[in-house]
């Protein structure tokens, strides 16, 4: 079993529209949680941390169930410049294990 | 905003030859990490150094790896003696004193072992 599993897409959506990505982990001993974007050929930048209260940051929320090891992320009004591979990430103190992302596509 | 720094941005080696990837990482930061990505595979790690030691390693980091923090500012890895499928691209990160799990990145090196 993966690590950390995501539907790899692509989600091809319009502007405007709200797209949901959802990932599984496997390692209960993770102990922090992230959602990285990553554009084409360029490094993972950090989006988010998800934390098990939920949390928001502007159009994007995150949401970490720890019984079900599931984690959400919900991007609202979705822009063209949205269009990236979202990343769900886990991670202990000395690493960051990463799912293979989920590829997102806004288009006119 | 500070980032973290990696050079080259390319490097094309011969199979068989040592390369050493270099990376500044933020300025305040005690806790750094190398990861790489093969084209079309997800992101991978290789290892993390805290305190001028190695805290943990993958099955990828084998005795061809090596992690060095030659001055107070620099984070080196070197590769002694490349293979074809170390071809990938390396990501250096660096985390923070308070909250080491959050992670910032490098742009990375695109090495191309021939």
């Known amino acids: 079993r993966k690590e950390v599993e995501q539907d790899p897409g692509p989600f091809n959506v319009p502007e405007g529209a709200t797209v949901a990505f959802n990932c599984t982990y496997s390692?209960?001993?993770?102990?922090?949680f992230f959602w990285y974007r990553q554009d084409c050929r360029k490094e993972p930048k950090l989006l988010m941390s998800v934390y098990s209260s939920g949390n928001e940051d502007g159009r994007f929320t995150a949401q970490l169930n720890r019984a079900s090891q599931y984690i959400s992320l919900l991007v609202r009004d979705s822009k063209l410049s949205d269009s990236a591979t979202y990343l769900c990430v886990t991670g202990t103190a000395s690493k960051l294990t990463f799912g293979t992302g989920t590829r997102l596509q806004v288009t006119l | 905003e500070p980032e973290v720094t990696q050079t080259p941005s390319h490097q094309v080696t011969q199979m068989g030859q040592e390369v050493i990837l270099r990376c500044v990482p933020i300025s305040n930061h005690l806790y750094f990490y190398w990861y790489r990505q093969i084209l079309g595979q997800k992101v991978e790690f290789l290892v993390s150094f805290y305190n001028n030691e190695i805290s943990e390693k993958s099955e990828i980091f084998d005795d061809q790896f090596s992690v060095e923090r030659p001055d107070g500012s620099n984070f080196t890895l070197k590769i002694r003696s490349t293979k074809l499928e170390d071809s990938a691209m390396y990501f250096c990160a660096s985390g923070g004193a308070g909250n080491q799990n959050t992670q910032y990145f490098g742009p990375g090196t695109r090495l191309t072992v021939l």
């Open positions: 390692n209960s001993a993770s102990q922090s």
